[in-house]
């Protein structure tokens, strides 16, 4: 939807630059959008150091799916993992598993480092990024 949104807005000739959330960091938003994403700008987080981890687990998906891994698969792969920690550690357990998963913090996940908040949310350090020649690249400034 994000790549369709692109490409009617620089069609009606809107030349605005056009910021969004990680979620948008999607080949299928540079396919459908073509030209019309150049400086697109996302919020993200990424690894600082790309670990052995992390190097096993796009390996694995690009092996699996003939690509790298997008935000979305690294976030779900984290979010699994984080949750069958929980469960195995409270037996499923609903207040205990919920009292584990609040305790999460700098959990080194392949989408980055998460500290799972009070109020539930999660927070990563961030960075931002633009489509550059159709591939998204460090917002440097």
């Not at 919920?98 to 999660?122: R, V, W």
């Amino acid at each position: 939807m994000a790549g369709a949104f692109l490409k009617q807005a620089r069609e009606l000739g809107i030349n605005a630059t056009i910021i969004s959330m990680s979620e948008a960091e999607d080949p299928n938003v540079l396919e459908s959008a073509g030209n019309a994403a150049e400086g697109f700008i996302i919020s993200s987080s990424e690894p600082a150091i790309k670990t052995d981890s992390i190097k096993r687990f796009e390996e694995s998906y690009k092996n699996k799916f003939g690509r790298l891994p997008d935000v979305l698969a690294a976030n779900a792969y984290d979010a699994l993992h984080i949750q069958i920690a929980a469960y195995q550690k409270c037996l499923g357990g609903k207040e205990c598993m919920k009292a584990e998963l609040h305790k999460t913090s700098n959990y080194p996940g392949i989408s980055g480092q998460i500290t799972i908040q009070p109020d539930g949310s999660t927070s990563k350090p961030l960075i931002l990024k633009i489509v550059r020649n159709g591939t998204f690249v460090r917002y440097e400034e």
